[in-house]
């Protein structure tokens, strides 16, 4: 596996900081997070290849943005099966950042790593992402799209302009060297991103975890992943109003919100953490 380390620290982070003790012999460690909202085609294959990661996974946290069809039912139904796979229903469309608030609440995983009820990321993959936590070599990774490995669905060029201006964006205000932060794939050590109280909407989370984790010492990189991505006819949800939207939620999470009480709890809390993490 190679990695893509944005900040530029291995060596020295680990003398500054002291050395982290890698996960890499424990079992049941790992959480997935999964937002879904009208998936009922995809969802049930999506946990199948999730649950097929083996002893690495402790749980999987599905959360139902207020689906109309049938997603829920389908949750119900593996999780009858499988203790693992827990469900939570909101009785109303939320936004992904919502589901994903309420899915952090219930997770008791050393990591956690978001994944989609789609099949735009393959859930087998989830492995070399998480590796280098399981190393000790990082606190945060995110898989990203244009390290491409695998494979990458060719779509629409205007989301790839989109995408490079919001992670360029993000890098000039955070000085960090990102190629994909818009990806699904962010993998965190629970205490990393657990105390963040996600305040953006819809799929703000992006831009707004990306911000406040760069605030912290978290040693953050990159692995490469495949992308099976869809079009709008296959059900794909993003618009341009949410990259309108990461563009303010990137000013606002680098500019404003480290000033507040809150901003500054979440990053003196990591701080700690790890500090006491390389003692």
């Known amino acids: ?9 291995q ?5 500054r900081r002291g050395a982290v003790s890698d996960m890499s012999g424990k079992t049941a460690v790992l959480s997935v997070l999964v ?15 999730v649950l097929d990661l083996g002893p690495l996974l402790k749980e999987v946290i599905v959360v139902d943005d207020g689906s109309t069809d049938g997603t829920a039912q389908v949750v119900a139904r593996v999780a009858e099966g499988d203790k693992r796979v827990q469900l939570v229903r909101l009785g109303t469309n939320q936004g992904k950042t919502a589901a994903i608030r309420h899915a952090l609440a219930n997770a008791t995983g050393e990591i956690v790593i978001i994944q989609d009820a789609d099949l735009e990321y393959d859930p087998a993959e989830i492995p070399g992402v998480v590796e280098p936590i399981l190393a000790g070599q990082a606190d945060v990774v995110y898989g990203s799209r244009f390290l491409v490995r695998r494979a990458s669905r060719m779509l629409y060029y205007h989301h790839f302009l989109g995408n490079r201006f919001i992670t360029f964006l993000s890098n000039l205000l955070t000085n ?4 994909d932060i818009e990806t699904c794939y962010k993998a965190f050590r629970t ?4 105390p963040l109280r996600l305040s953006s909407s819809g799929f703000g989370m992006e831009a707004e975890i ?6 912290t010492r978290a040693r953050t ?4 992943i495949s992308y099976y991505g869809r079009t709008y006819e296959e059900g794909k949800k993003t618009s341009a109003r949410d990259g309108l939207m990461a563009i303010l939620y990137i000013l606002y999470y680098s500019l404003f919100a480290p000033l507040t009480a809150e901003g500054r709890a979440y990053i003196a809390h990591v701080n700690a953490f790890l500090d006491r993490r390389a003692t």
Not at 191 to 194: A, E, S, T, Y
Request: aromatic content about 8%; some cysteine.
């Open 1 to 9: 596996m190679v990695y893509n380390e944005t900040v530029k620290e």
């Open 11 to 15: 060596e020295q982070g680990s003398h």
């Open 35 to 49: 937002a879904a909202y009208n998936e009922e085609s995809t969802i049930g294959e999506v946990l199948r290849r």
């Open 176 to 179: 960090r060297n990102w190629t």
């Open 191 to 194: 205490d990393v991103i657990k």
């Open 210 to 215: 990306t911000v406040m984790v760069c605030k």
């Open 221 to 224: 990189y990159e692995v490469p």
